[in-house]
């Protein structure tokens, strides 16, 4: 055999062996997200079998006659002149609610936007400001910190308390109806979680549209079963509402110190904390009705009637290098930083979602390999035609009737995905989006690659030289 026919057979091999690999481990990885699946729709079944068919579904005039009581939204805000001011404007605008305060977060070497904080405060009666008193960034909990003391200073001036603290980013378009939910449950839950979703974007913008996928599926199903399992309910960061007793506990077992400043996803840490305080959690999809005016086919005004749950809309980056950044300050938060505040702590079902969350490390490498496994598998497909099997080159490891059953599960996994990142989508964002989810699909893969190589890079840089890891700025945008 001459060299350059060794060299294919060498190759060959290796793709073979990389190609078996990789079929394996997207095989348990879809296993996993096989259970979520089954687990969820069982959930559902039986809730309409034994919940839904015999209690009422809770009516939104039951919100409406509660009495209204005081709630404070914190809102950091680190270079966020560009949305800070509409974000306040429009919310106070149009929440059905009126016994509440903005309490915003800025740095004392950000002007521009206490400017627009200020301004917005001329308009707005309901805006205070915290002015962090050393030059940012430092990291959101560091400026959360900062506006809960500013609460808690109103508070005594003004001789009164807030029943519930709701988070939100100045990107947020707060849902109207969200204060009167928050405000109907506080008196037995200690943080209430409500969905987070991304504004509709056109189907040709990649990018932004993996945001309508992920969340649109995370916060429809996945979420739901995690709190199902575990009892636990990863906080948001906005959408998010903590009632006095639970700010109470945070600052008294840490001395003080309400959010986490060693986390970049003190958000998520935070419901670990309440949940080891034995707090109560919770995850509410609460859909209303409500009608839109739009056109029919032929041009014409019409009113639909949609049903969605209450939740927080915001646009999310459409630029690559943006979106895959943000992604990664959230790995590093609740990868790399969770991993090392929380190890395994809990039951079973606690250490499994512990390794839903970690499994990233490993997963968007191998959703890259496996593209490069597929390219070299369509060369030896060109190959083979080259060289007649009867001669050199013929499958060893993947000529098997092994392989064939693992392949064929993998296509019917993968069917399955697909399906149900189509339907979550679809029943947010209509038809048309829902099938282009499969598509972005491979968006979401290379943008969870870079990000998790980013906070990798970040994280090892910070354990090797001590650098601090601050709030990674990402620029947003708000919707006229």
Request: net charge neutral; proline share 4%.
């Amino acid at each position: 055999m001459n060299q350059f026919l060794y060299t294919l057979v060498v190759y060959q091999e290796v793709a073979e062996i990389l190609t078996y690999g990789m079929t394996v481990v997207i095989l348990i990885v879809s296993l996993d997200d096989l259970f979520i699946d089954c687990w969820y729709w069982l959930r559902e079944l039986y809730r309409w079998y034994w919940i839904k068919s015999q209690y009422p579904a809770l009516k939104v005039e039951v919100l409406e006659a509660k009495a209204e009581r005081p709630i404070a939204i914190m809102v950091p805000a680190w270079m966020e002149h560009d949305v800070i001011q509409a974000m306040l404007k429009t919310n106070y605008k149009s929440l059905r609610y009126r016994n509440y305060r903005f309490f915003v977060g800025v740095y004392q070497n950000d002007p521009e936007t206490i400017a627009e904080v200020s301004a917005a405060a001329a308009v707005v009666p309901n805006v205070t400001m915290a002015v962090v008193p050393w030059p940012g960034p430092t990291n959101k909990a560091d400026c959360l910190n900062i506006v809960m003391a500013k609460i808690v200073e109103f508070e005594r001036n003004a001789n009164m308390e807030f029943v519930g603290i709701a988070l939100h980013d100045s990107e947020d378009v707060i849902h109207p109806y969200e204060l009167l939910l928050f405000n109907y449950l506080l008196d037995r839950m200690d943080l209430i979680q409500l969905p987070v979703y991304s504004f509709p974007r056109e189907l040709h913008h990649f990018v932004a549209g993996t945001y309508m996928d992920e969340f649109a599926e995370w916060h429809s199903k996945d979420l739901v079963v995690r709190e199902s399992i575990t009892g636990v309910v990863p906080c948001a960061g906005v959408s998010a509402c903590f009632s006095r007793r639970a700010i109470g506990a945070l600052r008294d077992e840490r001395k003080g110190e309400i959010f986490s400043t060693a986390s970049l996803t003190e958000d998520y840490d935070i419901a670990f904390r309440l949940s080891k305080l034995q707090m109560r959690e919770v995850f509410v999809r609460f859909p209303i009705a409500f009608t839109i005016e739009t056109l029919d086919e032929a041009g014409q005004p019409i009113r639909v009637e949609k049903r969605l749950p209450i939740a927080t809309r915001e646009l999310f980056p459409s630029d690559f290098r943006a979106a895959y950044r943000q992604r990664a300050r959230w790995l590093i938060g609740i990868v790399f930083q969770g991993w090392s505040q929380h190890g395994w702590i809990g039951g079973a079902g606690a250490k499994y979602f512990f390794l839903r969350d970690r499994k990233s490390l490993i997963t968007a490498p191998a959703a890259l390999l496996a593209y490069f496994v597929m390219l070299n598998l369509i060369v030896l497909h060109f190959l083979f035609h080259l060289f007649p099997s009867d001669q050199v080159l013929q499958y060893k490891w993947l000529d098997t009737d092994t392989y064939r059953m693992l392949l064929g599960f993998n296509l019917f996994f993968l069917f399955n995905r697909i399906l149900q990142r189509t339907f979550f989508t679809a029943s947010i964002y209509g038809l048309a989006n829902g099938l282009m989810a499969g598509p972005r699909m491979i968006v979401s893969n290379f943008l969870n690659y870079f990000a998790t190589a980013r906070a990798v890079y970040i994280f090892v840089r910070h354990k090797v030289t001590g650098r601090q890891i601050v709030w990674d700025k990402t620029m947003h945008t708000y919707p006229v």
